[in-house]
């Protein structure tokens, strides 16, 4: 029983080690779209004034759902493209990984959405949107950061500098640092930063590195 326990678990680590490539290069397709749908998502918001405690947890729960739609849209052409199985072993690692602490971030951001006090209140200038996104973010980045001992090892990097990047703000913002911006402003400057030019800039990177390692 043993054996065969270990066994597999040596399959999937080197299955995972012939696929680093593969997954590398859906990464940068991966991570630009969700970029650009970040950045996207932030100016609408902004421009549209999505200010309500409740429409700014729908909305940006519903950006998070075509995300994760996307990315798996995204994936699964790359592995066709490679003739991979999907949904294989080592895809089920990744999202055993990714998934508690996305779990605990869309069970945040419910209370909010349904009108509770949820993270310091539901009024319309109350701390929950301080708040909110820099949890999203610091879960999020967590999730990279498990996802990343089955990825590549710029992933936990990532997952890592969005860790300290929630951190610092929310230790800014306890100090009383971004007092005089609104929050709704606040959170969709920090989740347009965060989910759309952070990942672009990494997805951008991705490519790059790539293309030049083909190249060589």
């Given at each position: 029983?043993?054996?065969n ?7 999937v680590?080197?299955?995972l ?5 593969v997954?590398r290069r859906a990464?940068?397709?991966v ?6 749908l970040?950045a ?14 409740r ?6 729960m519903?950006?998070?759902?075509a995300?994760?739609a996307g990315s798996?849209?995204?994936?699964r052409r ?5 003739a991979?199985p999907f949904?294989?072993p080592?895809t ?6 990714l ?6 971030g869309l069970?945040?951001g ?5 009108g509770?006090?949820g993270?310091?209140?539901a ?19 967590c ?8 990825m ?6 990532f ?17 009383g640092?971004?007092?005089w911006?609104e929050?709704?402003r ?5 989740m ?6 952070a990942?672009l800039?990494y997805?951008?990177?991705l490519?790059?590195t790539e293309?030049?390692?083909n190249e060589?």
């Open positions: 029983m043993e054996s326990w270990a066994s597999g678990h040596l399959q680590i080197r299955t080690m012939e696929r680093s490539a997954y990464l940068a397709p991570m630009t779209a969700n970029g650009v970040g996207v998502a932030a100016g609408v918001g902004l421009a549209a004034r999505i200010r309500a405690p429409a700014f947890a729908g909305y940006w519903a950006v998070a759902l995300a994760v798996f849209l995204l994936a790359q592995a066709l493209k490679e991979e949904w294989s080592p089920r690692r990744v999202a055993q990984a998934l508690p602490p996305l779990f605990c069970a945040l419910l209370p909010l959405f349904a509770q006090e993270l310091g209140g009024a319309a200038a109350g701390p929950g949107l301080f708040w909110l996104p820099l949890v999203w973010i610091a879960l999020y980045g999730s990279l950061h498990a996802a990343g001992f089955f590549p090892r710029g992933m936990k990097l997952g890592w500098a969005l860790v300290l990047a929630s951190g610092i703000l929310g230790a800014l913002r306890a100090l640092a971004f007092a911006v929050p709704w606040f959170g969709h400057a920090v347009g930063l965060v989910f759309g030019l990942h800039a997805g951008v990177y490519y790059f293309r030049r390692g060589a």
